[in-house]
């Protein structure tokens, strides 16, 4: 069974701060590796993918893959109010189209 | 405007009564993919459609089904639904070569008494 792991949170950072959210994955199959955002009550959106070791960055967002360690993380830098949400990690197989995602960290920015 | 549409966005139902739950993109995205939400589990994939007339099971297809008949629709019917099928449904889309991107529906909160 394959599975994706992450703290549930809350993770509270105050406004400003550096959020680091953490994500490991059972399958090492795994190729393509996701982070989606989920407002309260709204669908998710996706913020970032990443299919290659090491750092990938995009605005205040970066998403950080290790697969020797099967573990892929996301940086929120100079996080913001409007960045409280939940935020789900998805994992996905090169050999198909399976997503498997994670059960979420909530995060909470403190003004 | 680009979307996802579900509907109902909201139903309560009894057990054992089929229901079907539309989705439909504007997109003409070939990806389409059912997913349910329930607190602790995150988000599990029912099933995925790559092209009309091939669909694919996900992590937890059973109690479901799904039928892709037209590019734009991938209803999941549920045909004798209990109350552990109780949940938030999620539709998603992408396009083919990008399968990647997906693009949720506004989810279906169901409710089976």
Not at chain 1, 2 to 12: A, F
Not at chain 1, 35 to 63: C, H, V
Not at chain 2, 20 to 29: D, E, K, L, W
Not at chain 2, 61 to 77: Q, T
Request: glycine share 8%.
């Amino acid at each position: 069974q394959k599975e994706v792991e992450q703290n549930s949170g809350p993770l509270s950072v105050p406004e400003g701060a550096i959020a680091s959210l953490n994500c490991t994955y059972s399958d090492r199959g795994s190729q393509s590796f996701f982070w989606y955002r989920q407002y309260s009550g709204k669908s998710p959106e996706l913020i970032m993918f990443i299919y290659s070791n090491g750092d990938k960055e995009d605005g205040r967002f970066t998403a950080q893959l290790n697969k020797a360690s099967q573990y892929v993380s996301l940086l929120i830098r100079d996080s913001q109010p409007s960045d409280s949400a939940t935020y789900l990690c998805a994992v996905k197989a090169d050999y198909g189209q399976n997503f498997v995602f994670g059960p979420g960290t909530r995060l909470s920015v403190l003004p | 405007e680009a979307q996802v549409t579900q509907n109902p966005r909201y139903l309560i139902t009894v057990t054992g009564k089929k229901l079907t739950v539309t989705c439909s993109q504007n997109m003409n995205h070939e990806y389409m993919s059912w997913y349910r939400q329930d607190p602790g589990l995150g988000l599990r994939q029912i099933y995925y459609s790559m092209n009309v007339e091939v669909t694919d099971k996900g992590d937890v297809p059973e109690g479901y089904k799904v039928s892709r008949k037209e590019k734009r629709n991938f209803p999941l019917i549920l045909e004798s639904p209990s109350p552990n099928q109780t949940s938030l449904y999620f539709c998603a889309s992408s396009p083919r070569l990008a399968t990647d991107t997906q693009y949720f529906g506004p989810g279906t909160r169901l409710t089976v008494l």
